[in-house]
């Protein structure tokens, strides 16, 4: 199983709908359950996905040095994919990661699904919780 915020699952099938006809690529960051700040009933160690990753980050020195800066180190095991082409799978086209929320028109919740990287359907529970609040340190 692997669970998601609703707030950041909306984000991302509205980006899929606004980039349509074009499909959405990004890497997905978790957060553990015991970092929130109210208790969401699962484990403390459980990862949440409550991030992503926009493919511009990072891409000026990977394409210099081949270095990916954009993932922060520990982080991206999980992508977003959308397929405007109504496929709710994983194909061999596809970037994939540990796991791979995919989303198709009309971009609903019900045209959201979450696989493995060999393509076997995980299944995906929405969290009704904000991520712990960040600040970048002074």
Known sequence: ????TRDLLAVLRE???SEDPDGVNVRLSATPA????ADIGLDPET???????LPSVGNSVNSVFGVD???????????????PDGFLGVSRTDDLAAVVIVAV?????DSVAAFDRSGTGVELAVVDAAPPSESVPE
Do not use: K, N, Q, W
């Open 34 to 37: 015991g970092e929130f700040e």
């Open 47 to 53: 990862p949440v996905v409550t991030h992503f990753t």
């Open 15 to 17: 980006r899929a709908a």
């Open 1 to 4: 199983m692997i669970y998601v």
């Open 69 to 83: 800066l954009g993932t922060p180190a520990g982080e991206g095991g999980a992508r977003f994919l959308s397929h």
């Open 105 to 109: 028109p009309p971009y609903d919740g």
